[in-house]
């Protein structure tokens, strides 16, 4: 495929994409060099089954290649597309755009993208799809089987919805229990009353969290009094999956999940410079830390040679103990009390790594100067900042969390910006009480 | 729940269990205390869906409670649940135990469970249940219809698989396909023959990544000569979707999958032991190249206070670029000519914060120190070390990926050693060079 774009080869491109899934032209658009892309993109835009593609392409991409096709393309695109991945394109447009395309799709469509648009896109309103299929309670078996049929535009139907006159939900068929059941039946009565429902306004994480546990297929979107507004099928649950984990894993970095692979460079150091002046201030902080032992120092330099191991080494402890908590905070395995327990645990897993690892280092530090005072003094520094390491690694996160912050967010920055000043502080310190031994 | 598992009122436990959902019972064991989690485990065995309980817990949780349970008991749980569940938790017993407990079931599930435990709990074999329906391409629509009626037990059947009669996979068929075509057409007619499929020895992720690129709730799992083993449902993808997820934050900050936040204090200092160790080797390889410029140090001691600055941010610097580019082996966004344009945006990308933050370094130590010459010698040592924290953040993981290791697995010690290293030696270097300004 790539040697026929490079070649210009575009009607053999044009027939390969024919026979080609959706999501291996997103797998090879994600490859190829900016200059094939373009090319690529000029003929897969004609293509039919572009908007699938443009709907599994990271953001950034998909609005460097809006931006360059008209709104008639646009809404020839988006109509044929399920409304969850058509409103989800819209949003990415400017307003006036957005109004203008509308303007060109039918009536019923443009309805229904407007109203899906005013959901945030982060929440069940804005995952949901409208192309479900909800009956009525009373209709019977064989009938809900010819609405079936007839309506070959729902979305991977394996759920009926069952509702009463209101739209209210009142329980779930699956197609499984329709095959099962004798025509005649009444949909009521072989629906399952309790079916599993998120609202419009739950969070997107929660929603893939709710499909996931309970191993759903898709779960039914409902507002505040119960009304069925749409379905957020599995698919979409495995999408916001994979876009908290990099959310997660991004902020644990510092990084803006918009800042991929394929980002240009100046959008990437614009986006990342603030985080790094940041870490500049408290790298400073600890360095003014130092500062107040600089004639410690300028006596026995063997302090200034040695004190990056016990900020490194409490900075390590304090990444791993805050790698456990957010992660089983992410998985929801943490509440009150084992939240305290996980505290005690991760204090003393760090004093006990501290003492071992202390005990290495004295003797190193021993061997290598020759002086056992320093070999106890980093041994001392380095238990004490490790257990500092534990307990801020762990306490940091779950502080975030009780504030209704991001725990991963913010939680690498702080916990290093304590364990390097608190371990300078304490290394230096310690060196600084017994200098007459070091001389 | 709690309260009554706390009161010791086990009655009114066994109450709440029979109205919950298996997935609910998972979460209340998660977050009971040590003391509660035995009282609750001993009602919970009891109840008749243990098993599916059991099959969603951590692994070291199952494990302790395996072996307080009878072969008897375990027999009867493992004989309710799906095959690949049942194998998933035979797999964490010792051998002898395993044979024990297949000669306490019906020879048919025991062959099941025997075969499925040969494979790799890490590829499709190891995850897949043989729980499918699988037909005869000449049967007709009708007939397949009353087989599903037939076999209640068939997991999730969404899919009809169509085989030849040596077993062999021939096509997919859909439920919603089978509702929507006639009575008397044959399988083969409305069959999908370009079904994707997997091999039984395809590796866990790259299954959940084909489930979840394809949209599909279940692919079918084949060995060598394309006999269809057994199937692959969605919920098992999204389970090792979370599972990799861990996996690959873990391996940033050294961490063993295992080691999770209701680990016993003992096993996760024996786990993180080897890490931290490993990290003090590059801690002191860092400290033994401070060693050299110990008598630059000497004369002027702001070097000192000042070196940690460089380090640390070469080390955030290389922690940003090589998540970027783990997160985007992970998501499948690079290949041969995207790592190399990867590679030099990283370094471009470096360089440019390098000289953003140097620039303010240089104000600042240029305002505290009262010398223009440490500022400049600060400046130029972090343009050249966030220039290297670019490079060796992207290179190492493409190369650890190269060489077909775990990208995620050792990227961070290995290019924060680098950081450390060449950060301390180019501004002391610098430092050393320019010595008679500084004084």
Sequence with gaps: MRRFVRLGALDDVRRLLDR?????????LRTLAPAERKAF?????????????????????????????????????????????????????????VVAILKLLDEKTAAI??????????????????????????????????????EPEAEMVFYLYVVDETQRLEG??????????????????????????????????????VISRYNLLAVPVVDASNVLCGIVTVDDAIDAITDETTREVYRMAG??????????????????????????????LASWVISFFEASIAQVVALATLMPIVASMGGIGATQASTVIVRGIALGEIDFSSARRALLKEILVGMTIGVATGLVMALTA??????????????LAMILNLLV????????????????????LGSSVIVTTFTDCFGFMSFLGLGTLLLSHLK
């Design 366 to 379: 021993f061997v290598w100067k020759g002086n056992p005072w320093l070999g106890l003094i980093i041994c």
């Design 389 to 408: 390491a534990g307990a801020s690694g762990a306490a940091i996160p779950l502080l975030l969390k009780w504030l209704k912050l991001d725990p991963a």
């Design 20 to 28: 080609m899934h959706p999501a291996d032209m997103v797998q090879i």
């Design 255 to 284: 990084l803006n999940t918009e800042d991929r692979i394929a980002t240009p460079p100046y959008e990437s150091v614009r986006r990342r410079l603030p985080w790094m002046i940041l870490n500049l201030a408290t790298a400073i």
């Design 172 to 209: 779930v068929v699956s197609l499984r229990q329709l095959v099962l059941a004798g025509q005649d039946q009444e949909l009521r009565e072989i629906m399952n009353p309790k079916a599993i429902r998120v609202r419009v306004d739950t969070p997107r994480a929660e929603v893939a969290d």
């Design 113 to 150: 993208l407007d109203r899906l648009m005013t959901y945030g896109p982060e929440t069940a309103g804005g995952m949901m799809t409208t192309r479900f299929l909800a009956l009525d309670r009373h209709t019977r078996v064989g009938e809900a089987v010819s609405r079936i049929r007839s």
């Design 41 to 97: 993109t000029d003929v897969l835009l004609a293509h039919e089954r572009a908007g699938e593609v443009l709907a599994d392409l990271p953001e950034p991409q998909v609005e460097e290649i809006l931006v360059q096709v008209s709104n008639e393309r646009i809404a020839s695109l988006v109509s044929r597309l399920a409304p969850d991945k058509a409103a989800d394109l819209l949003r990415l447009l400017f307003e006036d755009r």
